[in-house]
Nanobody, 123 residues
Framework: QVQLVESGGGLVQPGDSLRLSCTAS????????MGWFRQAPGQAREFVAG????????AYINSAKGRFTASRDSDENLVYLHMDSLIPEDSAVYFC????????????????WGQGTQVTVSS
């Protein structure tokens, strides 16, 4: 099993930056990739960004390209999502997820999920 804990969410103004963190524990050696997903009220959960565990490949949803950066600290089993130029449409609960199957943008690829952290972008 892998346990994931997100942190770093909060209330920010449009144009601000925010960095989310996800700490992994347990059988972290089984992880192939980590993903960040988000879910706004009344909407389906969607893939935002992901990174494989060798940090050789990242993927982003179109609206995040150029604004969001996924990275990881292998020594600390930490994954980050740095978000710049935030807009109100980025408001959602952000989830960290891990997969031991295949690194992809598909929600069903991920077996392990954190509890989520709220990001609210509002003036």
């Amino acid at each position: 099993q892998v346990q994931l804990v997100e942190s770093g969410g909060g209330l920010v103004q449009p144009g601000d930056s925010l960095r989310l963190s996800c700490t992994a524990s347990g059988r972290t050696s089984s992880i192939l990739g980590m993903g960040w997903f988000r879910q706004a009220p009344g909407q389906a959960r969607e893939f935002v960004a992901g990174i494989n565990m060798r940090s050789t490949f990242t993927a982003y949803i179109n609206s995040a390209k150029g604004r969001f950066t996924a990275s990881r600290d292998s020594d600390e089993n930490l994954v980050y999502l740095h978000m710049d130029s935030l807009i109100p449409e980025d408001s959602a609960v952000y989830f960290c997820a891990a997969t031991s199957r295949v690194f992809s943008s598909l929600e069903e690829s991920y077996e392990f999920w954190g509890q989520g952290t709220q990001v609210t972008v509002s003036s």
